[in-house]
């Protein structure tokens, strides 16, 4: 029996999508989703939901959640940004 690929030095970074309930400051958002966020935690959610204008998150909007300690935009958070840009655009 062939043995499954070792994942023991990968690390593991779970996203999610979050639609908006309620229009507030994406600061607020933020300390909602996360837990004790660190100030990098702050910038890179800012970074990857780009299309959030004005520091306000609208009803409906979609956002995405990054794990907390991530320090770079990954290939699939720029493609949701171009997804998440295109719904805005619809309402």
Known sequence: MDAL???QNKAIHIKAIHIVEK???VD???MIMYNSPSENTYKHFKMVNSH???GIVQVGQVV???PADAQECTIEEAEFLN???AVDLTS
Do not use: G, Y
């Open 83 to 85: 997804v998440a840009k």
């Open 28 to 30: 607020q958002l933020i």
């Open 5 to 7: 690929p070792s994942t």
């Open 23 to 25: 229009q507030m400051p």
């Open 52 to 54: 959030i204008k004005n």
């Open 64 to 66: 995405l959640l990054s």
